[in-house]
T-cell receptor, first 111, second 116 residues
Framework: GEDVEQSLFLSVREGDSSVINCTYT??????LYWYKQEPGAGLQLLTYIFSNMDMKQDQRLTVLLNKKDKHLSLRIADTQTGDSAIYFCAEGNNQGGKLIFGQGTELSVKP | DAGVIQSPRHEVTEMGQEVTLRCKPISGHDYLFWYRQTMMRGLELLIYFNNNVPIDDSGMPEDRFSAKMPNASFSTLKIQPSEPRDSAVYFCASSLGGAAPNQPQHFGDGTRLSIL
């Protein structure tokens, strides 16, 4: 069945780049998403990429998609303490609104 | 605009009691999702509705869980009887028109449920 895998933890120093990785199994995925969850809050959409794109850049965020390997990554440049959160990768297609989420990667940014 | 509103924010109750979680989706959204988040299992989709009709309830863990959506602006998730292993954060999310990037799922702040 469909599955999305992420590493659970990542720790970086303030000002460094963070790279959060994700692998997925559903080759029919149309869209891939990154959501951010801050403590005590729900998930918020950060960015997304169409499956026919290789890269998308949005300010400090860069999303890379390797469709052949079914690998997605999120790079955060100049990581700040405010970026500390849990980041979820998710895949979806046009079939009914359902998204498949990964387990989430907890990013810890040390000053 | 008001986002997805969930109530209560926190619930502590004893095992065996009935628990009802409530959700008000964003006005005009036609999809509503219920998720459960735990440290062990991460974020799990329990059930989702389209136009108030349950579409996929395969994530509902057992018959003790039930969900309803009597109208477009209200949904409940009920656990009866509750057990300590049901302790988790329960999220409701809504979206317009399904899985499209310009129509993302909007999440509520969750209900933190503790069953003693």
């Amino acid at each position: 069945g469909e599955d999305v895998e992420q590493s659970l933890f990542l720790s970086v120093r303030e000002g460094d780049s963070s790279v959060i990785n994700c692998t997925y199994t559903d080759s029919s995925s149309t869209y891939l998403y990154w959501y951010k969850q801050e403590p005590g809050a729900g998930l918020q959409l950060l960015t997304y990429i169409f499956s026919n794109m290789d890269m998308k850049q949005d300010q400090r965020l860069t999303v890379l998609l390797n469709k052949k390997d079914k690998h997605l990554s999120l790079r955060i440049a100049d990581t700040q303490t405010g970026d500390s959160a849990i980041y979820f990768c998710a895949e979806g297609n046009n079939q009914g609104g359902k998204l498949i989420f990964g387990q989430g990667t907890e990013l810890s940014v040390k000053p | 605009d008001a986002g997805v509103i969930q109530s209560p924010r926190h619930e502590v109750t004893e095992m065996g009691q009935e628990v009802t979680l409530r959700c008000k989706p964003i006005s005009g959204h036609d999809y509503l999702f219920w998720y459960r988040q735990t440290m062990m299992r991460g974020l799990e989709l329990l059930i989702y509705f389209n136009n108030n009709v349950p579409i996929d309830d395969s994530g509902m863990p057992e018959d003790r869980f039930s969900a309803k959506m009597p109208n477009a602006s209200f949904s409940t998730l009920k656990i009866q009887p509750s057990e300590p292993r049901d302790s988790a954060v329960y999220f409701c999310a809504s979206s317009l028109g399904g899985a499209a990037p310009n129509q993302p799922q909007h999440f509520g702040d969750g209900t933190r449920l503790s069953i003693l």
